[in-house]
């Protein structure tokens, strides 16, 4: 099945500074990529996503790569704010309605 | 609209008995998934519905562990006799199909066995 790694676990950065969260999977077939946001006692809540077909996509401070051939995929946020502070969850699928395969999660913590 | 919701937000049982977990997805949604998330962990896949078809059960750790739906509505997972590594919370998803479109979360029930 699916295995998917997340790095780093935990990440600190200044407000202002940009902040890379990095994910590999292991399953060739898997073609979707969503990154979820989950703030402490908090649902997740889908922050960007991107599919196989596509190798980068961004939204305002937020941007996702994709190298296919590496099987990896990373998060990107720009300009940090403290409100980014929060976990950071990567996960895989075969299609995007099959189930979630997710990294560990990364806590971004954002100092003012 | 309304969000996918579940009850209750909070349970703590005993070792051993049974518990049952609902879950409400959003109107209209025919897949629907439940995961469980240990504490500072990431989230476990255990079960998931897509309209009449039969459950992917493959995520379930043990047979103590079982869900069903009704129709394209609500769901019930059950624990029995429940085990203190049990404790978790377990979230409900749904998507509008099962091959496209978002997964949205519910806010999870938090379970915990003494």
């Known amino acids: 099945g699916e295995n ?8 600190s950065v200044q407000e202002g500074d940009s902040a890379v ?3 590999t999977y292991s399953d060739s077939a898997s073609n979707y990529f969503p990154w979820y946001k989950q703030e402490l006692g908090k649902r997740p809540q889908l922050i960007i996503d991107i599919r196989s077909n596509v190798g980068e996509k961004k939204d305002q401070r937020i941007a996702v790569t994709l190298n296919k051939t590496a099987k990896h995929f990373s998060l990107h946020i720009t300009e940090t704010q403290p409100e ?3 976990v950071y969850f990567c996960a895989a699928s075969t299609n995007a309605g099959n189930m979630l395969t997710f990294g560990g999660g990364t806590r971004l913590m954002v100092k003012p | 609209g309304a ?4 009850s209750p937000s909070n349970k703590v049982t005993e070792k051993g008995k049974d518990v049952e977990l609902r879950c409400d997805p959003i ?5 629907l998934y439940w995961y469980r998330q240990r504490l500072g962990q990431g989230l476990e896949f ?7 078809s039969a459950p992917d059960k493959s995520g379930l750790p043990s047979d103590r562990f079982s869900a069903e739906r009704t129709g394209e509505s609500v769901s019930t997972l059950t624990i029995q006799r429940t085990q203190q590594e ?3 919370v377990y979230l409900c998803a749904s998507s509008p199909h099962a091959g496209r479109g978002t997964q949205y979360f519910g ?3 938090r379970l915990l066995v003494l």
């Open chain 2, 3 to 6: 969000g996918v919701s579940q």
């Open chain 2, 107 to 109: 806010p999870g029930t």
């Open chain 2, 46 to 52: 255990l079960i998931y519905f897509q309209g009449n």
């Open chain 2, 27 to 31: 109107s209209g949604h025919t897949a």
């Open chain 1, 21 to 23: 969260i990095k994910c």
């Open chain 1, 84 to 86: 980014d502070s929060a």
């Open chain 1, 4 to 11: 998917v790694e997340q790095h780093p676990s935990t990440l």
């Open chain 2, 86 to 88: 049990d404790s978790a």
